[in-house]
């Protein structure tokens, strides 16, 4: 039997193991998460809207009826393509899983562009810690600020600072004005929530860069409506306990006195890439760690090793969730065909279709990009809202989704406003424990 591996349960993950349900091959998927996350909603998590479950169902259970899949939790440490191998561990084990045809689409996780001590003061978006840590902090900040007695303080509380105007960072940055200018309100005795200062820092000369100047100007002036201050051509140079520093396009320095910070301005690539071209000759990555690969999305000399999703760097193809979808469907048609005797020299090249990009700012507004079309406001609203729900898994998961949408949207009350002290400290403590004991989290 024709053995296939995956790595990783995102959207690239997933749907390539869905797309081989029927095909005569052996599936192997890999992961070092137990859930499929549902990232574009993870914002959501983190400002109180919608629970974990919703945007994150087990793997397993998603894939339970597919008999010739397995699933596997670990966290792959090794790719060895001169054996068709991949080594995976969970704990203190080691497993190696041989395969015939590779799938890597092990995602990316957040860049602080060489300044990792940043991410202890600034988390950022792509995984479930993140977002409960970020609604731990973004909460935590509005208890602190109604205990303390110092007005210097309160005001550090009350500042928040979302660095990166891209979708997430917009998205971010409407929920914490909507939070407190709504949800929170009335709600404490010594502060008012809605008097909350929310900057949003951008480092390119406008709001949602790779949407156009027309949608970044309209997403800008609504976000300023809100009262989120958004600073352009601004770049952060430090961040610490106590706030952060930016630089403008003039050179000068800048300080914010701020508790809760988000980082969500770049991406990196799963180290795995690097391993990759290592064993490849003439592969390369590029600066955010993307294989560039062939036209049929392998790896240069290895045509039963494809790389998709945010792995893969290809002109056009942004790191979006179509993209790692479209990947996948290509790269499970080559495994078929070549199931079916077709020599890989005969493959056609991926080419991949721009159904469009949008993002949500507030409630009743969102920017959408399909084409040379470009609209926002309510229509883009609930055009986000019907996409998002049509890729949400599960129909449990989008029933809870819309009716959690239509409390906080309709009215002004959120679901998931629980928070612990450990979701904020846990991170901080994990990576001490690590760095004693070494690694022993499942992930």
């Known amino acids: 039997m024709h053995r296939v591996v995956i790595i990783g349960s995102g959207f690239g993950g997933l749907f390539a193991a869905k797309h081989l349900r029927r095909a005569d091959v052996d599936v192997t998927l890999i992961a070092k998460t137990t859930h499929h996350l549902f990232q574009p909603l993870l914002y959501q998590v983190a400002t109180g809207i919608l629970s974990v479950g919703e945007i994150a169902p087990a793997t397993r259970i998603i894939l339970r009826r597919q008999q010739n899949t397995k699933v596997l939790l670990g966290e792959v440490v090794r790719i060895d393509l001169t054996n068709n191998t991949v080594t995976s561990k969970l704990l203190d084990w080691e ?38 840590e970020l609604r731990g902090r973004i909460l935590g900040a509005f208890e602190a600020a109604e205990v303390t007695t110092s007005e210097e ?19 971010v940055v409407g929920q914490i004005a909507e939070l407190a200018q709504r949800t929170l309100a009335g709600a404490f005795r010594n502060i008012e929530p809605g008097d909350a200062r929310i900057i949003l820092i951008e480092a390119a000369p406008a709001v949602l860069p790779p949407m156009g100047p027309k949608l970044g100007a309209k997403a800008q002036r609504r976000l300023e409506k809100m009262g989120v201050e958004v600073w352009l051509n601004t770049m952060v140079t430090d961040v610490d306990y106590m706030g952060l520093t930016v630089k403008d396009k003039d050179g000068a320095q800048h300080r914010i006195e701020c508790a809760c910070k988000v980082w969500s301005a770049g991406v990196q690539a799963s180290p795995l890439g690097r391993q990759l071209a290592e064993q490849s000759d003439g592969t390369e990555v590029d600066r955010a760690g993307r294989v560039v690969v062939e036209p049929d999305l392998t790896v240069k000399g290895h045509p039963n090793v494809f790389v998709i999703g945010d792995m893969m760097s290809v002109p056009g193809v942004p790191g979006m969730a179509q993209g790692a979808i479209q990947g996948a469907v290509y790269a499970t048609r080559q495994i078929k065909a070549g ?30 990009q399909i084409g040379p079309i470009e609209f926002g406001g309510f229509i883009a609203w609930l055009a986000w809202l019907g996409l998002h729900l049509y890729y949400l898994v599960g129909s449990r998961n989008r029933l809870i989704a819309v009716i959690s949408w239509f409390i906080t949207f309709l009215g ?12 904020v400290f846990a991170r901080r403590a994990l990576e001490q424990a690590q760095e004693q004991n070494g690694p022993k989290s499942i992930g």
Do not use: H
């Open 95 to 132: 497993r190696v899983t041989p395969f015939d045809s590779l799938i890597v689409a092990a995602g990316a996780q957040q860049s602080y562009f060489g300044n990792d001590a940043f991410e202890a003061f600034a988390p950022g978006m792509k995984t479930v810690d993140d977002a409960l």
């Open 153 to 171: 303080e309160r005001r550090r509380r009350l500042t928040f600072a979302v660095v990166g105007a891209g979708p997430t960072g917009v998205e």
């Open 339 to 368: 199931l079916k005797g077709r020599d890989p020299t005969e493959r056609k090249p991926f080419k991949y279709r721009d159904k469009g990009s949008m993002a949500t700012i507030s409630r009743f507004s969102a920017v959408c």
């Open 412 to 423: 002004r009350g959120r679901g998931q406003m629980a928070i612990t002290e450990r979701w």
